[in-house]
């Protein structure tokens, strides 16, 4: 199993030092991690990484690859040290290359496919409305989750779960995001710590 870390607009110092941390820690759980310089040009990394790139992270410079055949400890491995850079407000995205998705911070081990962030402002209203199509970790098994409500405000949550059907789950996402703009919704790019306002429990 594989994981990638993406890191985007971190300084050199910071980056080597944290590296050589990591080196050592992955060193110690016996966890393979290989770090390299991103090659791949923009538009090229849009197809691979449309989820990263539209709603986490801006153009990669970075990538660390976890590898062990261990899923659970390299989810927890990997997520900790995510979870470490995101704390220190670099802007980075963890990603499951065997499933085209990112984590999710959700209640249970869940990845996105696709996501989508709008909000509405006019006169006295500021509403956030946040779209996900998700699948579990270990499994073909979809939802589509909706967190809704004022903008900085308590967000309501709603849930329809598929079971294995992709294409209705899509079908759903894809009715939902229409409808939201066909009311005036705008599409927004938050920074990556508003993701993260659930704990992800490993």
């Known amino acids: 199993m594989k994981l990638e870390l993406y890191t ?3 300084s050199q110092p910071s980056l080597l030092n944290w590296r050589a941390r990591l080196s050592e820690d992955a060193q110690a759980a016996d966890i393979e991690v290989a770090h390299s310089p991103v090659q791949e040009p923009p538009e090229v990394l849009r197809e691979k990484l449309p989820v990263v790139l539209d709603e986490l992270c ?10 062990e ?3 659970d400890r390299l989810c927890t491995f990997a997520y900790r040290n995510y979870r470490s850079r995101m704390d220190q407000d670099w802007n980075v995205s963890l990603y499951f290359p065997a499933k085209g998705a990112i984590f999710l911070p959700f209640d249970e081990k869940l990845l996105s496919r696709r996501v989508a962030h709008l909000y509405y402002q006019e006169g006295t209203s500021d ?8 699948q579990l970790l270990t499994d073909d098994f979809y939802s589509v989750i909706s967190r809704y409500g004022r903008r900085d405000g308590g967000l309501q949550q709603a849930k329809k779960v598929f079971n294995s059907h992709l294409e209705a789950a899509e ?3 894809n ?3 229409h409808d939201k703009l066909q009311k005036g919704y705008q599409v927004g790019h938050p920074t990556p710590p508003q993701q993260l306002d659930l704990a ?3």
């Open 127 to 134: 509403k956030v409305y946040d779209l996900y199509l998700t």
């Open 200 to 202: 992800l429990s490993f």
């Open 69 to 71: 055949a261990d899923e």
């Open 175 to 177: 009715r939902l995001h």
């Open 171 to 173: 079908k759903e996402w």
């Open 58 to 67: 801006s153009i990669p410079e970075q990538r660390v690859k976890f590898h």
């Open 8 to 10: 985007a607009g971190v």
